[in-house]
């Protein structure tokens, strides 16, 4: 139904009430309004695209701190490094969970919902993250796009299986291993690929998201060295891991992965596996059995007794122990502990 406006700004009702004529009238004057705000939904000043991307402007332009949410604490770590004071980054896990899958609970979501970036592990290690972003509806961030990478695609993995292996059960690290941050080296990656990715999004910010990186690559390159010197006399040393976690540790410092609790990543050892395994450690005098507290310790505790070997329980992220609050000095405590019980052990 048609109406106007009279000079005296009463609507004119054309036989209607008085009042569901100015309850049409407000009617039309919101939807006008609603109409509006959709054209401008893809204007670059809102910071965001008609996708839900982010603009270049949004956030770091506007003084609003940008969003981060990372899958672990050690990207956490780093992320905040690059992105300084521009950003508030959060974690969806704890230090001391088990990356390969976690609980969803509702500050997962909220948190998913405010991100403006994410960053993800890959390598099928947090596959689990896509179903908490899709029920958070934040398509932002949704897998493929701009605002969500896959870190694990700049990083050359370990211990990829054949072309065409079907290995039997359900295992994990199908893509490959995705423990890769326990190789020093390629935190610079993940530092470099952060700092590339914000700087495409926020272009104003872009210098201060260098000096982050460089200043972390800078502590990284020192620490490297620190770390070497320690390790040095253990080089083609053996341990025992309870899953497939260290195996970038072990390549980085020229420990041996002599073998392994799980026979393949995610399944449970038999009890013929796991009197293999104690045959290994007694006839090759294997001194260290390595197990993180995200895993079942009595197994590998039981090893270790029975053989006389270290039996050492050591987090693969930041927090996930006291003293581990920053990735440098979570490699610290591997590398103290590791190294301490290696010499002690002797092969």
């Not at 390969?100 to 592990?121: C, N, S, W």
């Not at 700049?154 to 059960?169: D, F, M, T, V, W």
Request: hydrophobic residues 35%.
């Amino acid at each position: 139904m048609y109406f106007c406006m009279r000079k005296n700004t009463e609507p004119f009702t054309m036989g209607l009430s008085t009042g569901v004529a100015y309850r049409l009238f407000g009617f039309a004057l919101l939807l006008a309004v609603c109409i509006f705000a959709g054209c401008r939904c893809d204007d670059p000043r809102n910071g965001t695209s008609a996708d839900g991307s982010a603009g270049s402007n949004a956030a770091s332009g506007s003084g609003k701190k940008i969003q981060i949410v990372t899958t672990s604490t050690d990207f956490r770590d780093i992320c905040k490094r690059v992105a300084g004071d521009s950003a508030e980054v959060k974690t969806l896990a704890r230090g001391d969970q088990n990356l390969h899958g976690i609980e969803a609970r509702p500050a997962h979501i909220t948190m998913l919902q405010k991100a403006d970036v994410y960053f993800a592990i890959g390598a099928g290690m947090d596959d689990w993250a896509n179903r908490f972003i899709k029920s958070s509806g934040n398509r932002k961030i949704k897998p493929g796009g701009k605002n969500h990478v896959d870190v694990g695609k700049h990083i050359s993995l370990l211990e990829k299986p054949a072309a065409g292996a079907r290995p039997s059960g359900k295992p994990l690290h199908l893509a490959g291993n995705p423990h890769y941050w326990l190789n020093p080296e390629n935190t610079v990656v993940i530092a470099k690929v952060m700092c590339s990715t914000l700087s495409k999004l926020y272009p104003d910010s872009k210098t201060d998201f260098e000096k982050g990186r460089d200043d972390f690559i800078k502590k990284i390159e020192a620490a490297k060295m620190r770390w070497k010197k320690k390790m040095r006399s253990c080089r083609g040393r053996k341990i025992i891991t309870y899953h497939k976690s260290w195996s970038y540790f072990a390549a980085f410092f020229s420990l041996v992965e002599a073998g392994v609790i799980e026979p393949q990543p995610g399944i449970p050892p038999s009890p013929a596996h796991i009197s293999t395994i104690i045959d290994k450690v007694k006839r090759e005098r294997i001194s260290v059995v390595l197990s993180e507290p995200c895993y079942p310790l009595k197994m590998p505790r039981m090893i270790a007794k029975q053989t006389g070997a270290a039996f050492l329980v050591l987090p693969t992220s930041v927090d996930g122990a006291d003293g581990t609050g920053t990735y440098i000095k979570l490699m610290d405590h591997a590398v103290d502990k590791i190294s301490s019980a290696l010499k002690k052990g002797g092969q």
